[in-house]
């Protein structure tokens, strides 16, 4: 059985709220039993060195941590400061922890909200799933379904018919994990799991929540805690367990 505890969005942004929710956060996960953290973009808010700084200090545990750029993240930096290298091409990694397999791709365009997975990125997945002798996770920043959400659909995956032909074509899939949603959510895509982490930073109103117009104003909730998605994989089945991080 492997455990792997799934968040995102952590926006470290120079800021004492940022930096108490992320150590609040993990904190908790440092306490439990688990495999693996899988961390699933939007590190950064801005994307600066000094951003990154703080995710290399805080984002540890003695479990791998796993992650992956979003659409705040910012190529160059983060590889300076994480990968110890340089370059701006998509950074997708090939990752083994807790005997499993992770595929994690880039879905990021430089300076866009929105998601793109590029052709390069795609051709890396076909491979690594072709190759593969066993199952794999994929997981990226955007999410590829509808959330029913307008503002956060309005910035999801562009091209989920390019993800959908690669996963279907593979027998070696099993599940795919998202962040940017700042929300948990569940949902299946290319008729694999698809599951979202809710953020670490602040979390997103559901638009039939409130009476009021759902504006990027008024879209995320400060105050509700951070949350985690913990995935169990047991025997090839996966289950996922949605839990807040209080105090």
């Known amino acids: 059985m492997t455990i792997i505890a799934h968040i995102s969005d952590t926006h470290f942004d120079g800021s004492g709220r940022a930096l108490t929710r992320v150590r609040q956060t ?11 953290i899988l961390v699933t973009g939007d590190l950064a808010d801005h ?6 700084d703080e995710v290399k200090a805080e984002l540890v545990a003695d ?7 979003g659409n705040h993240d910012d190529r160059s930096a983060y590889r300076k400061i994480l990968l110890d290298s340089d370059g701006a091409a998509p950074i997708n990694q090939l990752k083994r922890a807790g005997g499993l397999l992770f595929a994690l791709c880039d879905s990021t365009i430089p300076g866009e909200d929105d998601g793109l997975l590029a052709p390069e990125t795609l051709d890396w997945l076909e491979g690594v799933l072709g190759a593969a002798q066993e199952p794999v996770f994929v997981a990226l920043h955007h999410h590829p379904i509808r959330l029913n959400n307008p503002l956060l659909d309005s910035i999801r995956l562009r091209n989920p018919e390019d993800l959908a032909a690669v996963l279907q074509a593979a027998s070696t899939p099993r599940a795919v994990f998202c962040g940017h949603a700042h929300a948990a959510a569940a949902g299946t895509f290319a008729g694999l799991p ?7 930073f602040s979390t ?5 929540t409130t009476t009021d117009d759902l504006a990027w104003a008024n879209t995320f909730d400060r105050d509700d805690v951070p949350g985690v998605v913990f995935h169990v994989v047991e025997d090839g089945e996966l289950t996922s367990h949605f839990r807040g991080i209080g105090e």
């Open 47 to 52: 994307g600066a060195v000094e951003e990154y």
């Open 26 to 36: 993990m904190a908790f996960l440092r306490g439990c039993n688990l495999d693996v």
């Open 194 to 200: 698809l599951i979202a982490a809710p953020g670490i």
């Open 204 to 208: 997103t109103r559901l638009p039939w």
């Open 63 to 69: 479990i791998p941590v796993l992650m992956l750029p």
